[in-house]
């Protein structure tokens, strides 16, 4: 609507409290104009349409109780249009919603204060661009990107689903909630939410709603430009219950649809709203109301259309605040205090059910969980670490029943799978199931990990190296949370033999390493894949990407090489020069370790002093203090070759300038592992001449 003189039709007046709703409605309008404008930065419109399905959903719908964020049975409410995070910081500040600390305990702060909103965008604040997991209280999951919000919101009903089915018995319903999502039509077209949708249809989880706001927006124009599709027909075909609300202002057909889904049992439900961005400004149904201040004439026109005093600004009217917050409150105190009753019940009569939920909360894991796992003898054959992965996995799965996941439909490539008794499939109708049938969407199924991560789950995925391309912006998304979710990469090099350069993972090692506060680890043999995993599963503020090999590796024997507990340091000295200094180093990552320990062996009968250092997780080695790192790597010691069967981006940081890699320059091609690893240099014959040469130019 872009005729400013309009009528607000916030709410019906006529409806109970329907001034004081209208009133609430226009403060979060107000807030979020004067927030962008202040900032000079933003998007006002979505919150300015959303307004009143956001007062409908969160005053008479939402179970949540501000007091006490964290309560573990709380409905989820994602804003997966993240862009309009000022909507959610006006919800948080008008139901007066409590600061917890990061271990859990009231700080006596509110989680968002008027000043944090006048402090939007800026340096530290509480109210950032879009909204940040652990850095605001209130806020369930980090979202921009657009599509990983409805990604992540099925991840969670998925994890209500698993933890209702494993800790309720009768009379004591421990998980019970609801996941709500507003979401736009950016939304729905990244292919992300497709997949997603697709899944959640498949499962039933009729414990989700997706509330879509149709408002044919987008940053360059209408929406018809590129995007023409009836989504409401696309959802009833992914087995979703549509419903349809013309209307954003009307509060009593949002409230009806949302008790439509209330009571719907055998599917999600997708909310259809047609709104107006920047709805009463005279941008309103414009790209310029999208991601841009309005402008001081605008914000004063738009106040006077909605029949507020012009010149005031970040104002919230008495009663406003206490009206909202009585409301949700009113519902959640209640249901928050009788759960925790009913939770002290069950602790008395399940204690073991409820030490493993008070566990899970604090990311703690059991006495005796890794007492299970393989010791693998040493073999010249070897086995492929996808298998050692496997049988690790499953070793470590049967002691954590909150260890879950599954793969993108490779599940027999990836020994993802949970083979013991009990572990099942996780389908509609059968929630108990801990494995995850992601289908051919890894997209979807990293952004569905998160979800589960962020509800107490140890969630994991699958899926071969390559397609860590397909899943880039969920484990970003998963290191800016630091949520301990495990990415299984399978077929981790030019191993992969005849599938050719389209399956043979190059630079992907080096893209993960790149990620800020990801543990990328490429195990040498069956003994560090084991390691790997141990390690993985003690990461509580990181997520860890695991990588293993289709073809067999030789498992070292440790009774003359170092252990494999030296990958807890990330690259550790596995063979040393015997009779002095080394005068090369040899490093090695994955399957190329044994073939670097076997060079080093020559090198050895040859009279040269040589050090092998294998070196699975970058990571880990930055995290050692300067003495170790140097005592691996002594700075006398100029002379570096490492071999990795990737790219050689970042290798420079660890050879130096007088080293040298054997990596990979160009794509793979198809044939026969043996034939490519001539090709390419990766042999042992060659790793010794290489080594050889560059003693001879010194």
């Known amino acids: 609507m872009s005729d400013i003189d309009a009528p607000a039709r916030s709410a019906d007046d006529t409806h109970e409290d329907g001034s004081l709703a209208r009133l609430t409605i226009d403060t979060i309008r107000t807030l979020a104009m004067d927030a962008v404008q202040k900032a000079n ?3 006002p419109g979505t919150p300015m349409a959303l307004a009143p399905v956001g007062y409908t959903l ?6 949540t109780d501000p007091a006490a964020p964290d309560w573990p049975n709380r409905d989820r409410f994602v804003l997966s249009v993240g862009h309009a995070s000022m909507l959610l910081y006006a919800l948080l500040h008008l139901a007066k919603v409590r600061e917890i600390d990061a271990d859990g305990k009231p700080t006596g702060k509110p989680a968002i204060s008027l000043d944090d909103i006048k402090d939007f965008r800026q340096l530290d604040s509480k109210t950032p661009g879009h909204p940040e997991y652990r850095m605001t209280t209130g806020v369930e999951t980090t979202t921009g990107p657009l599509g990983q919000g409805c990604g992540n919101s099925v991840g969670m009903a998925i994890a209500e689903r698993h933890l209702a089915a494993y800790f309720n018995r009768d009379g004591f319903p421990v998980f019970d909630h609801d996941v709500y999502v507003l979401c736009g039509d950016g939304d729905m077209m990244e292919g992300v939410s497709g997949e997603a949708a697709s899944l959640a249809g498949h499962l039933k989880l009729s414990n989700l709603c997706w509330i879509y ?46 008790a439509t889904f209330r009571t719907t049992s055998d599917k999600p439900t997708f909310i259809v709203v047609r709104s107006v961005i920047g709805w009463g400004s005279p941008r309103a149904n414009s790209e310029k109301a999208h991601g841009e201040p309005l402008g001081e004439d605008n914000v004063r026109a738009t106040k006077k259309a909605y029949g507020w005093p012009e010149d005031a600004q970040f104002l919230v009217p008495d009663g ?14 209640p249901l928050r205090t009788n759960w925790e009753a009913m939770f002290g019940r069950y602790r008395a009569e399940y204690p073991d059910l409820a030490a493993e939920l008070d566990r899970a909360r604090k990311g703690e894991l059991p006495k005796g969980w890794d007492a299970d796992v393989p010791v693998f003898p040493a073999d010249a054959k070897g086995i492929a670490s996808r298998e050692a992965n496997g049988k690790a996995l499953n070793a470590i799965a049967a002691h954590l029943p909150l260890l879950m996941g599954g793969a993108a439909d490779l599940s027999p490539s990836t020994k993802t799978n949970l083979t013991f008794d009990g572990a099942g499939s996780f389908e509609a109708g059968s929630y108990g199931g801990r494995n995850m049938h992601f289908g051919v969407r890894e997209h979807a199924m990293g952004a569905i990990a998160n979800g589960m991560a962020l509800s107490y789950m140890r969630s994991y995925t699958g899926t071969f190296l390559v397609f860590a391309d397909y899943m880039r912006a969920p484990i970003r998304l998963a290191a800016i949370m630091e949520l301990p979710v495990i990415f299984v990469f399978t077929h981790d090099s030019i ?13 992907h090692l080096a893209t993960l390493r790149a990620i800020p506060g990801l543990d990328t680890i490429r195990p040498g043999d069956a003994n560090e894949a084991v390691e790997a995993w141990k390690v993985a599963l003690t990461h509580t503020h990181e997520p860890t990407v695991l990588i293993f090999s289709r ?6 024997d440790r009774g003359k090489y170092a252990p494999a507990s030296g990958l807890t340091k990330g690259a550790y000295v596995l063979a040393d020069a015997e009779g002095g200094d080394p005068e090369i180093i040899l490093i090695g990552t994955g399957s190329e370790v044994p ?30 203090d300067r003495a170790y790192r140097d005592s691996v790597f002594p700075r006398s010691v100029t002379a570096r070759l490492a071999v990795e069967q990737g790219g050689e981006l970042g290798w420079d940081r660890y050879v130096g300038l007088e080293g040298r890699t054997i990596t990979m320059s160009t794509f793979g091609a198809s044939a026969p592992l043996a034939k490519l690893q001539d090709k390419y240099g990766f042999t042992v014959e060659n790793i010794v001449a290489v080594a050889q040469s560059m003693l001879e130019k010194k």
Request: overall charge negative; glycine content about 8%; proline content about 3%.
């Open 41 to 43: 930065s933003g998007h």
């Open 58 to 63: 969160w005053s008479q719908f939402l179970r």
């Open 213 to 258: 706001d149709s408002n044919t927006i987008s940053i360059e124009g209408h929406t018809d430009l590129a995007f023409i599709e009836d989504t409401g027909k696309r959802f009833e075909a992914y087995g979703w219950n549509v419903i349809h609300v013309d209307d954003a202002n009307d509060c009593d057909a949002m409230a009806q649809a949302l």
């Open 320 to 333: 406003v605040a206490d009206h909202f917050h009585d409301a949700i409150a009113a519902r959640g105190e």
């Open 495 to 507: 191993g992969v033999g005849e599938d050719g350069p389209t399956h043979q993972p190059i630079e």
């Open 551 to 556: 073809q067999a590796i030789s498992t070292l």
């Open 595 to 624: 073939m670097v320990v076997a060079a080093h062996e020559q090198l050895t009968a040859s009279g040269v002093r040589s050090r092998v250092v294998s070196m699975p997780s970058w990571y880990l080695f930055e995290q050692q």
